[in-house]
Each structure stands twice: as C-alpha cells, then as structure tokens.
C-alpha cells in the first residue's frame, strides 16, 4: 500500500479487461530491474502523478506487467517475486518456473533485497 500499486490502484495484483498489460506481477524491484525497464522504455522511476504513479526506488513493492517482467527474467534483471501477492493470469504469460526462481517472501527491511 506505500506506493498503492496495482492497475486499479488498490494495492493488490488484480487484473481485468480494462489491464491490457497484465499488470499481474508482484514485484519487488532492484536497481537492476529499473536500469533494465527504463532502458527498455518503461521508466519505473519517474513520478508520473497524473496516473497516480510515485516513482519507485529498490525495494519497492510494484505489480508490473507479466510481459516486461519476463523481457527483464530473460535478460538477466529479473525482479523479485511476491508469489502470494501475484495474479494466477500472469501464468498466461510467464511460466511458473520462471517466477520461482526468483520467489522471495518480502522481509520487514525490503533493502536486504537489493543488488
């Protein structure tokens, strides 16, 4: 909830007709995954207030769209994955293998996380 995420802004994963990014991805970002995203034209990092968007730092808690994730996995900058936290449609899009291997349970300081 700190940012709210999630396409419909309610903090959960959720999805609908209207994401047409699959916004189903819990993720909990590094550096790498903003570098990775950004240079691949999705900025991650900037405020964009309009669109209720914060601008995300490592350690972040975001839900991301299942196809951007799996670019960044193939790539090698992969973020991490809520599982628990992450819509079961993202498996329309990434395989479940993919999204174990970089599964964590988020700790009470996420900075642990980082890279």
Known sequence: MDPVT???RDGCCST????????TICAVVTADFLEHQRRIGNDLSTPVPQFQFPGL???DRWCV???NWLRAHQEGAASHV????THERALD???LAALKEHA???PADPSALER
């Open 16 to 23: 609908g007709p209207e994401d047409q990014g699959s916004h």
């Open 104 to 106: 964590v349970d988020v």
């Open 82 to 85: 809520v599982l628990a936290s």
């Open 93 to 95: 899009i990434v395989p």
């Open 65 to 67: 769209t299942a196809a």
């Open 57 to 59: 730092v490592p350690g």
């Open 6 to 8: 999630g396409f419909y």
